[in-house]
């Protein structure tokens, strides 16, 4: 079965500008998870969506905001763009949600560069 | 607050042997996970410990003791496709906000 798809894969922004990201899920897979990559901060939990409810939001600013679909599929915006916000931003789908670190797939990811 | 810690770099020399270790610490606890990322990649599953004690699958194998907040994951036989960073992670909440360590970049010499 397809895995976990991320869209686009890179993009390039300038300061100020924002951004939206896609993510589809593995079919089937109800929690959709968005995490955000640097190298020197590792994996950040941005925040995590089941049934269209944003049930756990990690500690980044209120420019950085999601939403799911009732397909599952999720989608993440980051506003007013800053030099910070480069980073790889990765998706991972889970099938309830419930069962704790082990049942994450992600994606790929989008690398965003912010100049 | 909540943070596993894990050393940022290992190399260890092809069929060998390596051990990584991963200590943590938070209020709420349901396992210990350990994820493997090739450059350019996308994090992968490996192990889950929820319990203490050993899992073996194949080359790999993560060990976790709740009562010294510790856990290693070992890699056995290494091979050079084992190249890669390697991070510990848990879930302490009943939803999916999983905290994950910094990631140890292991490197495997000939």
């Known amino acids: 079965k397809a895995g976990v798809t991320q869209t686009p894969r890179y993009l390039i922004k300038t300061r100020g500008q924002q951004v939206t990201l896609s993510c589809s899920p593995i079919?089937?897979?109800?929690?959709v998870s968005w995490y955000q990559q640097t190298p020197g901060q590792g994996l950040q939990f941005l925040f995590e969506?089941?049934?269209?409810?944003?049930?756990n939001k990690g500690n980044f600013p209120g420019r950085f905001s999601g939403r799911q679909f009732s397909n599952s599929r999720s989608e993440m915006n980051v506003s007013t763009l800053e030099l910070g916000d480069s980073a790889l931003y990765l998706c991972?789908?889970?099938?309830?949600?419930?069962?704790?670190?082990?049942?994450?797939?992600f994606g790929a990811g989008s690398r965003l560069t912010v100049l | 607050g909540q943070s596993l810690e894990q050393p940022s770099e290992v190399t260890a020399v092809e069929g060998a042997i390596v051990q990584i270790n991963c200590t943590y610490q938070?209020?709420?606890?349901?396992?210990l996970s350990w994820y493997q990322q090739h450059d350019g990649g996308a994090p992968t599953f490996l192990s889950y410990?929820?319990?203490?004690g050993l899992e073996e699958t194949g080359r790999f194998s993560s060990f976790l003791s709740r009562s010294d907040s510790y856990g290693y994951l070992l890699l056995q036989e290494l091979q050079m496709k084992d190249s890669a960073s390697y991070f510990c992670?848990?879930?302490?909440?009943?939803?999916?906000?999983?905290?994950f360590g910094i990631g140890t970049k292991l490197q495997v010499i000939p």
């Open positions: 992670a848990f879930c302490s909440g009943g939803y999916q906000k999983v905290t």
């Open positions: 079919s089937g897979h109800r929690s």
């Open positions: 991972a789908s889970s099938l309830d949600g419930f069962s704790g670190a082990n049942v994450l797939t």
């Open positions: 938070t209020s709420g606890f349901y396992g």
């Open positions: 969506y089941f049934s269209e409810t944003q049930r």
């Open positions: 410990n929820a319990l203490d």
